[in-house]
Nanobody, 117 residues
């Protein structure tokens, strides 16, 4: 059974940092892309970052480039999203998914990130 479990969300002041974790199981970690997505109230879900299964290079949405860093620990089947210089507009529920924005087929339950001004 494929499972993805996010953790690490919370309330932080603008300019602060959080690190999200996503523990994955039930599939061969290296064979798939893993994506981070977010959905703010009243908005559509958007892709934040994605890392390919074939290499460790990550791509980022323009809105987070230079502030967020996606990393993975293949031995632990866990990926991380380090979020620095957080802004109120980063407030959203953050999800990790097996796959990228086109192929994502399994999703975690999400973790809330709230950035106060």
């Amino acid at each position: 059974e494929v499972q993805l479990v996010e953790s690490g969300g919370g309330l932080v002041q603008a300019g602060g940092s959080l690190r999200l974790s996503c523990a994955a199981s039930g599939f061969t970690f290296d064979d798939y892309a893993i994506g981070w997505f977010r959905q703010a109230p009243g908005k559509e879900r958007e892709g934040v970052s994605c890392i390919s299964g074939s290499d460790d290079s990550a791509i980022y949405a323009n809105s987070v480039k230079g502030r967020f860093t996606f990393s993975s620990d293949n031995a632990k089947n866990t990926v991380y999203l380090q979020m620095n210089s957080l802004k109120p507009e980063d407030t959203a529920v953050y999800y990790c998914a097996k796959g990228d924005r086109v192929t994502a087929d399994y999703w975690g339950q999400g973790t809330q990130v709230t950035v106060s001004s």
